[in-house]
C-alpha cells in the first residue's frame, strides 16, 4: 500500500465529515476486519467513517465521486476529494460505498483487502 496515497484518503474523509457536522455533532472513526461483500469472500479490512452531520440529500449520492462535483460553498472545496479518493482505494483493490440520511449523518466505508489480488497469470506462475 502506498502510505501518502492512503494518508489523503483518511485525512480526506475526516476533513468532509468535520465540513457536514457543526457544534455538538459526533464524528467516529472505526475499522473491523472481514470478508469482502464481493463473491470472492476475500479476507479485507473496513474503516467506517461515520458522522451525525446534516447527510447527503438522495439526489447528490450517485454524483459524490464524480470530478469536480461539490456541494460545499465556492471556494470551499473543488469537488476532487472524493474521486481522487475512490481512485486510491480501488488501485489497492478496494472499494468505497456510502450511507445517507439527511439530518441524521452519513457514513462512508471504505474496504481494502490485506492480501493483494493476484491476476489469473500471476497464479499460474506466467508473467
Known amino acids: 500500500m502506498d502510505r501518502s ?3 489523503s484518503v ?3 474523509m475526516i476533513i468532509n465529515s468535520l465540513d457536514a457536522t ?3 455533532d459526533s464524528i467516529t472513526v472505526y475499522a473491523a476486519a472481514g470478508l469482502s461483500t ?3 469472500g476475500q479476507k479485507g479490512v473496513e474503516i467506517t467513517f461515520a458522522d451525525t452531520g446534516s447527510g447527503i440529500p438522495p439526489v447528490n449520492l450517485d454524483k459524490l465521486f ?3 462535483f461539490s456541494t460545499k460553498e465556492v471556494g470551499k472545496g473543488t469537488g476532487l ?5 475512490l481512485g486510491i482505494v480501488q488501485r489497492h483493490g478496494g472499494t468505497i460505498r456510502v450511507q445517507s440520511e439527511v439530518g441524521k449523518g452519513t457514513r462512508f466505508f471504505i474496504w481494502l483487502p490485506v492480501e493483494a489480488v493476484l491476476s489469473e497469470q500471476e497464479n499460474s506462475g506466467g508473467v
Not at 476529494?81 to 479518493?85: H, N
Open 5 to 7: 496515497q492512503f494518508q
Open 10 to 12: 483518511l485525512l480526506n
Open 22 to 24: 457543526k457544534a455538538g
Open 38 to 40: 464481493s463473491d470472492s
Open 66 to 68: 464524480d470530478p469536480f
Open 81 to 85: 476529494g472524493l474521486s481522487v479518493s
